[in-house]
């Protein structure tokens, strides 16, 4: 079975910090995603990756950065947090066949900003 | 945007009965899937229909897709209360790599 995990479950920080958000997934997947999720909103993807040291950008990029130095890790970075990037992140992969085709979820980590 | 919109936003029904979920979208797509998300987890994959595709059965799940209205509904037939959940649909788009969620459908099952 694909695996996917995140880094925490749960994480509080406060207004201004740094805060790294970790994926690794045991399938080998090249294509990784992060989105956050919002009541009323669904599902929007930030960053998506194709390969190592490769990134793109999703809708709702701004005030993040992602890291691909391994092809099963995945990070996500908020370079200073604020509150309106308190959120559920999720992250994704998917097999080498492209964004297309089934996607495998972490089990979230929900971040509060203070 | 691509963004699929779920119909309706929340449903309630006994155990036993059926439930019917809508998705509609706005562009051609290759493939439409639906996922499952219990509360405050990772989404599930549950079911792939394609373009061609009109109807497809998973147990018991049962997803329809009409190209020409730009819309899917997701059956599931004799709920349990372990169906409780929020389901998604998620579309593709030609020519990108990702896939676009709708807001999703809170599904109750009362036992």
């Known amino acids: 079975d694909v695996k996917v995990t995140q880094s925490s479950r749960y994480l509080v920080k406060r207004t201004g910090e740094k805060v790294f958000l970790e994926c690794v997934q045991d399938m080998d997947h090249e294509n990784m995603f992060w989105y956050r999720q919002d009541p009323g909103l669904g599902l929007r993807l930030i960053y998506f990756?194709?390969?190592?040291?490769?990134?793109e950008k999703g809708d709702i990029p701004e005030g993040y950065s992602v890291s691909r130095e391994k092809k099963e890790r995945f990070s996500l970075i908020l370079e200073s947090a604020s509150t309106n990037q308190t959120s559920m992140y999720l992250c994704?992969?998917?097999?080498?066949?492209?964004?297309?085709?089934?996607?495998?979820f972490g089990p979230g980590t929900r971040l509060l900003v203070l | 945007s691509q963004q699929g919109e779920e119909d309706p936003q929340a449903l309630s029904i006994q155990e036993g009965e059926n439930a019917t979920m809508n998705c509609s979208y706005k562009?051609?797509?290759?493939?439409l899937q639906w996922y499952r998300q219990n509360s405050g987890r990772g989404l599930v994959h549950l079911i792939l229909?394609?373009?061609?595709?009109r109807e497809k059965h998973s147990g018991r799940l049962r997803v329809t897709l009409d190209t020409s209205k730009k819309s899917s509904s997701l059956l599931i037939t004799a709920s349990r209360a372990a169906d409780t959940a929020s389901y998604f649909c998620?579309?593709?788009?030609?020519?990108?790599?990702?896939?676009?969620f709708g807001t999703g459908t809170r599904l109750t099952v009362i036992p």
């Open positions: 998620a579309t593709d788009r030609t020519g990108a790599n990702n896939l676009f």
């Open positions: 562009t051609s797509i290759n493939n």
């Open positions: 229909i394609r373009s061609n595709e």
């Open positions: 994704a992969s998917t097999t080498p066949t492209g964004g297309q085709e089934t996607q495998y």
């Open positions: 990756s194709y390969d190592v040291k490769m990134k």
